[in-house]
Protein backbone atom coordinates (compact mmCIF):
# COMPACT_ATOMS: atom_id res chain seq x y z
CA UNK A 1 0.00 0.00 0.00
CA UNK A 2 1.34 3.67 -0.86
CA UNK A 3 2.73 5.35 1.92
CA UNK A 4 2.91 9.38 1.55
CA UNK A 5 5.73 11.28 1.06
CA UNK A 6 5.67 13.09 4.36
CA UNK A 7 5.19 10.01 6.39
CA UNK A 8 9.00 8.86 7.61
CA UNK A 9 8.28 6.36 10.32
CA UNK A 10 9.99 8.89 12.92
CA UNK A 11 6.44 9.85 14.26
CA UNK A 12 5.95 6.60 16.16
CA UNK A 13 6.12 6.20 19.68
CA UNK A 14 10.01 5.35 21.16
CA UNK A 15 8.51 2.22 22.76
CA UNK A 16 7.83 1.26 19.41
CA UNK A 17 10.80 2.33 17.99
CA UNK A 18 12.96 0.68 20.29
CA UNK A 19 10.74 -2.83 19.87
CA UNK A 20 11.41 -2.39 16.11
CA UNK A 21 15.52 -2.38 16.55
CA UNK A 22 15.10 -6.09 16.51
CA UNK A 23 14.57 -5.58 12.39
CA UNK A 24 16.63 -4.72 9.84
CA UNK A 25 17.01 -0.90 9.56
CA UNK A 26 15.05 -0.73 6.52
CA UNK A 27 12.35 -3.18 7.43
CA UNK A 28 12.26 -1.35 10.40
CA UNK A 29 11.90 1.78 8.98
CA UNK A 30 9.22 0.22 6.51
CA UNK A 31 6.86 -1.16 9.89
CA UNK A 32 6.92 1.89 11.34
CA UNK A 33 5.79 4.34 8.46
CA UNK A 34 2.95 1.20 8.37
CA UNK A 35 2.05 1.66 12.05
CA UNK A 36 2.05 5.51 11.30
CA UNK A 37 -0.21 5.13 8.79
CA UNK A 38 -2.67 2.50 10.80
CA UNK A 39 -2.78 5.06 13.53
CA UNK A 40 -3.34 8.29 11.16
CA UNK A 41 -6.27 6.43 9.25
CA UNK A 42 -8.10 4.14 12.48
CA UNK A 43 -10.40 6.90 12.86
CA UNK A 44 -11.49 8.49 9.62
CA UNK A 45 -11.03 4.80 7.60
CA UNK A 46 -10.66 1.90 9.45
CA UNK A 47 -10.78 0.33 6.73
CA UNK A 48 -7.51 1.68 5.63
CA UNK A 49 -5.75 1.75 8.97
CA UNK A 50 -6.59 -2.38 8.56
CA UNK A 51 -4.72 -2.51 5.61
CA UNK A 52 -1.61 -1.04 6.62
CA UNK A 53 -2.10 -2.88 9.49
CA UNK A 54 -1.57 -6.54 7.35
CA UNK A 55 1.14 -4.96 5.96
CA UNK A 56 3.20 -4.08 8.88
CA UNK A 57 1.80 -7.56 10.34
CA UNK A 58 3.42 -9.39 7.31
CA UNK A 59 6.83 -7.81 7.65
CA UNK A 60 6.93 -8.29 11.75
CA UNK A 61 4.74 -10.48 13.46
CA UNK A 62 7.14 -11.23 15.72
CA UNK A 63 6.81 -7.45 17.23
CA UNK A 64 4.61 -6.99 19.85
CA UNK A 65 3.56 -3.35 19.32
CA UNK A 66 2.76 -4.72 15.65
CA UNK A 67 0.76 -7.37 16.97
CA UNK A 68 -1.21 -4.88 18.85
CA UNK A 69 -1.65 -2.53 15.90
CA UNK A 70 -3.47 -4.77 13.73
CA UNK A 71 -5.75 -5.98 16.89
CA UNK A 72 -6.33 -2.20 17.03
CA UNK A 73 -7.27 -1.63 13.26
CA UNK A 74 -9.41 -4.93 12.93
CA UNK A 75 -11.29 -3.74 15.97
CA UNK A 76 -12.01 -0.83 14.73
CA UNK A 77 -13.01 -3.05 11.61
CA UNK A 78 -15.22 -4.88 14.12
CA UNK A 79 -13.73 -7.57 12.75
CA UNK A 80 -13.54 -9.28 16.70
CA UNK A 81 -12.60 -12.61 16.44
CA UNK A 82 -9.51 -11.48 14.05
CA UNK A 83 -8.56 -8.48 17.01
CA UNK A 84 -8.94 -11.29 19.68
CA UNK A 85 -6.69 -13.24 18.21
CA UNK A 86 -4.33 -10.59 17.92
CA UNK A 87 -4.40 -8.87 21.39
CA UNK A 88 -3.98 -12.29 22.91
CA UNK A 89 -0.57 -12.77 20.56
CA UNK A 90 0.11 -9.51 21.39
CA UNK A 91 -0.79 -9.96 25.22
CA UNK A 92 1.35 -13.34 25.00
CA UNK A 93 4.59 -11.34 24.09
CA UNK A 94 4.36 -8.67 26.72
CA UNK A 95 2.41 -10.19 29.79
CA UNK A 96 0.57 -7.07 29.96
CA UNK A 97 -3.03 -7.03 31.21
CA UNK A 98 -4.02 -4.07 29.71
CA UNK A 99 -5.59 -5.11 26.97
CA UNK A 100 -8.02 -7.30 28.87
CA UNK A 101 -10.47 -4.90 28.49
CA UNK A 102 -10.50 -4.51 25.01
CA UNK A 103 -10.16 -8.30 24.68
CA UNK A 104 -13.09 -8.72 27.03
CA UNK A 105 -15.23 -6.57 24.59
CA UNK A 106 -14.29 -8.37 21.45
CA UNK A 107 -16.21 -11.49 23.27
CA UNK A 108 -19.02 -9.43 23.25
CA UNK A 109 -18.60 -8.44 19.79
CA UNK A 110 -18.57 -12.27 18.80
CA UNK A 111 -22.19 -12.46 21.01
CA UNK A 112 -20.44 -14.16 23.66
CA UNK A 113 -21.51 -11.54 26.82
CA UNK A 114 -21.37 -14.34 29.38
CA UNK A 115 -17.54 -14.69 28.58
CA UNK A 116 -16.80 -10.90 28.34
CA UNK A 117 -19.10 -11.00 32.15
CA UNK A 118 -16.58 -13.82 33.40
CA UNK A 119 -13.74 -11.76 32.33
CA UNK A 120 -14.80 -8.93 33.89
CA UNK A 121 -14.59 -10.92 37.35
CA UNK A 122 -11.06 -13.06 35.85
CA UNK A 123 -7.70 -12.10 38.35
CA UNK A 124 -6.24 -10.12 35.57
CA UNK A 125 -8.88 -7.40 35.82
CA UNK A 126 -7.78 -6.48 39.44
CA UNK A 127 -4.44 -5.92 37.77
CA UNK A 128 -5.68 -3.26 35.46
CA UNK A 129 -5.19 0.07 36.32
CA UNK A 130 -7.87 2.51 37.36
CA UNK A 131 -8.42 3.68 33.57
CA UNK A 132 -8.61 -0.15 32.59
CA UNK A 133 -11.08 -0.72 35.51
CA UNK A 134 -13.71 1.67 34.33
CA UNK A 135 -13.27 0.15 30.60
CA UNK A 136 -13.76 -3.29 32.14
CA UNK A 137 -17.26 -1.66 33.95
CA UNK A 138 -18.24 -0.13 30.83
CA UNK A 139 -17.71 -3.24 29.08
CA UNK A 140 -19.26 -5.24 31.88
CA UNK A 141 -22.20 -3.15 32.15
CA UNK A 142 -22.52 -3.43 27.77
CA UNK A 143 -22.16 -7.58 28.41
CA UNK A 144 -25.38 -7.09 30.77
CA UNK A 145 -27.22 -4.80 28.03
CA UNK A 146 -26.92 -7.73 25.46
CA UNK A 147 -27.97 -10.02 27.65
CA UNK A 148 -31.34 -7.93 28.74
CA UNK A 149 -30.28 -6.89 31.85
CA UNK A 150 -31.17 -3.57 31.90
CA UNK A 151 -31.25 -2.98 35.82
CA UNK A 152 -28.09 -4.92 36.11
CA UNK A 153 -26.26 -2.94 33.69
CA UNK A 154 -27.45 0.53 34.94
CA UNK A 155 -25.72 -0.69 39.06
CA UNK A 156 -22.54 -2.05 37.23
CA UNK A 157 -22.01 1.68 35.98
CA UNK A 158 -22.61 2.92 39.67
CA UNK A 159 -19.47 3.65 41.15
CA UNK A 160 -17.75 6.21 42.87
CA UNK A 161 -15.59 7.16 39.29
CA UNK A 162 -19.03 7.99 38.39
CA UNK A 163 -20.04 9.78 41.16
CA UNK A 164 -16.78 12.30 41.26
CA UNK A 165 -16.91 15.50 40.02
CA UNK A 166 -13.26 15.21 38.73
CA UNK A 167 -13.14 15.23 35.32
CA UNK A 168 -10.41 12.30 33.95
CA UNK A 169 -10.22 11.11 30.49
CA UNK A 170 -13.02 7.93 31.04
CA UNK A 171 -15.45 10.97 32.86
CA UNK A 172 -17.66 11.84 29.56
CA UNK A 173 -18.06 7.81 28.33
CA UNK A 174 -18.71 6.23 31.91
CA UNK A 175 -21.70 9.35 32.17
CA UNK A 176 -22.82 8.96 28.66
CA UNK A 177 -23.22 5.54 29.15
CA UNK A 178 -24.99 5.59 32.68
CA UNK A 179 -27.03 8.36 30.55
CA UNK A 180 -27.67 5.90 27.60
CA UNK A 181 -28.91 2.63 30.12
CA UNK A 182 -31.04 4.86 31.98
CA UNK A 183 -32.80 6.03 29.27
CA UNK A 184 -33.40 2.44 27.66
CA UNK A 185 -34.79 1.35 30.96
CA UNK A 186 -37.46 4.55 30.41
CA UNK A 187 -35.71 6.75 33.15
CA UNK A 188 -35.76 9.82 30.72
CA UNK A 189 -35.39 12.63 33.44
CA UNK A 190 -32.32 10.99 34.89
CA UNK A 191 -30.83 10.23 31.65
CA UNK A 192 -31.42 13.91 30.59
CA UNK A 193 -29.39 14.65 33.90
CA UNK A 194 -26.81 12.30 32.92
CA UNK A 195 -26.51 13.57 29.45
CA UNK A 196 -25.89 16.55 30.17
CA UNK A 197 -23.14 16.27 33.19
CA UNK A 198 -21.68 14.17 30.50
CA UNK A 199 -21.66 17.15 27.87
CA UNK A 200 -20.00 19.08 30.38
CA UNK A 201 -16.90 16.75 30.50
CA UNK A 202 -16.60 15.83 27.14
CA UNK A 203 -14.04 18.48 26.10
CA UNK A 204 -12.70 16.83 23.06
CA UNK A 205 -16.74 16.27 21.29
CA UNK A 206 -15.44 11.89 22.00
CA UNK A 207 -19.39 11.42 21.91
CA UNK A 208 -22.49 12.58 20.66
CA UNK A 209 -24.45 13.72 24.48
CA UNK A 210 -24.74 16.81 23.07
CA UNK A 211 -27.09 15.75 20.53
CA UNK A 212 -28.86 12.77 22.42
CA UNK A 213 -29.11 15.88 24.93
CA UNK A 214 -30.76 17.66 22.16
CA UNK A 215 -32.53 14.92 21.82
CA UNK A 216 -34.69 15.00 25.09
CA UNK A 217 -35.16 18.06 24.76
CA UNK A 218 -37.15 18.82 21.72
CA UNK A 219 -34.91 20.28 19.56
CA UNK A 220 -34.47 19.75 15.79
CA UNK A 221 -32.60 21.81 13.37
CA UNK A 222 -34.48 22.20 9.79
CA UNK A 223 -33.19 22.30 6.60
CA UNK A 224 -33.30 25.65 5.38
CA UNK A 225 -33.36 24.84 1.82
CA UNK A 226 -35.40 21.95 1.64
CA UNK A 227 -35.14 20.16 -1.75
CA UNK A 228 -38.68 20.81 -2.60
CA UNK A 229 -38.97 24.42 -1.58
CA UNK A 230 -37.76 28.03 -3.04
CA UNK A 231 -35.05 29.51 -0.94
CA UNK A 232 -37.29 32.31 -0.17
CA UNK A 233 -39.78 30.04 0.85
CA UNK A 234 -37.55 27.96 3.50
CA UNK A 235 -38.01 28.01 6.92
CA UNK A 236 -34.74 28.53 8.82
CA UNK A 237 -36.12 28.82 11.94
CA UNK A 238 -34.25 26.33 14.52
CA UNK A 239 -36.78 25.60 17.63
CA UNK A 240 -38.10 22.73 19.10
CA UNK A 241 -40.41 20.01 17.82
CA UNK A 242 -41.44 17.04 18.32
CA UNK A 243 -38.20 14.81 19.72
CA UNK A 244 -37.43 11.61 17.50
CA UNK A 245 -37.53 9.03 19.72
CA UNK A 246 -34.14 8.39 21.12
CA UNK A 247 -32.85 5.00 19.78
CA UNK A 248 -30.41 3.17 22.59
CA UNK A 249 -26.92 1.80 21.15
CA UNK A 250 -26.96 -1.67 20.64
CA UNK A 251 -25.97 -2.37 24.39
CA UNK A 252 -22.40 -0.79 24.19
CA UNK A 253 -20.33 1.00 26.38
CA UNK A 254 -19.48 4.54 24.53
CA UNK A 255 -15.86 4.20 22.52
CA UNK A 256 -13.96 3.59 19.50
CA UNK A 257 -14.70 4.48 19.09
CA UNK A 258 -13.22 4.20 19.90
CA UNK A 259 -11.74 3.23 22.44
CA UNK A 260 -8.92 1.95 20.03
CA UNK A 261 -7.50 4.90 19.09
CA UNK A 262 -6.91 6.07 22.26
CA UNK A 263 -3.86 3.27 22.31
CA UNK A 264 -2.58 4.55 19.49
CA UNK A 265 0.21 7.59 20.34
CA UNK A 266 1.05 10.54 19.02
CA UNK A 267 1.30 9.90 14.73
CA UNK A 268 1.05 6.38 15.01
CA UNK A 269 1.67 3.59 18.01
CA UNK A 270 0.64 1.84 19.66
CA UNK A 271 0.48 2.49 23.17
CA UNK A 272 -2.18 1.87 25.84
CA UNK A 273 -5.79 0.04 25.60
CA UNK A 274 -8.63 2.51 26.96
CA UNK A 275 -11.16 2.36 24.30
CA UNK A 276 -14.14 0.36 24.14
CA UNK A 277 -16.74 -0.15 21.36
CA UNK A 278 -19.65 1.17 22.47
CA UNK A 279 -23.18 2.77 22.33
CA UNK A 280 -22.25 6.52 22.12
CA UNK A 281 -19.49 7.08 19.53
CA UNK A 282 -19.36 3.79 18.12
CA UNK A 283 -21.61 0.83 18.51
CA UNK A 284 -20.14 -2.50 20.08
CA UNK A 285 -20.70 -2.24 20.00
CA UNK A 286 -10.97 -11.21 13.30
CA UNK A 287 -4.69 -12.51 12.40
CA UNK A 288 -3.43 -14.02 9.61
CA UNK A 289 -2.83 -16.52 11.70
CA UNK A 290 -6.16 -18.80 12.35
CA UNK A 291 -8.45 -16.67 14.00
CA UNK A 292 -10.83 -19.15 14.96
CA UNK A 293 -8.98 -21.22 16.81
CA UNK A 294 -7.40 -18.80 18.72
CA UNK A 295 -10.40 -17.26 19.57
CA UNK A 296 -11.36 -20.38 21.20
CA UNK A 297 -8.50 -20.18 23.43
CA UNK A 298 -8.48 -18.68 27.37
CA UNK A 299 -5.38 -16.78 28.26
Not at 173 to 182: E, K, M, Q, S, W
Request: aromatic share 4%.
Amino acid sequence: MPIPEDVTGEEIDKDVRQELQSLPKTLADDVAKNLVMVARLIDEDPEGAYGYSRVALRLASRVAAVREAAGFAAYASQKYAEALAEFRAARRMTGTVELWPLMADCERGLGRPEKALDMAGAPEAHKLDKAGQVEMRLVAAGARRDMGQLDAAIVTLQSSELASNSVQPWTARLRYAYADALLAAGREDEAREWFAKAVEADRDGSTDASDRLAELDGVAFVDALADDEEPDAADTSVGPEHAPTAEAPTAEAPTAEAPATQALEAEGTPAESGGTAGGGDATAEEPGRSAASDAEKDD
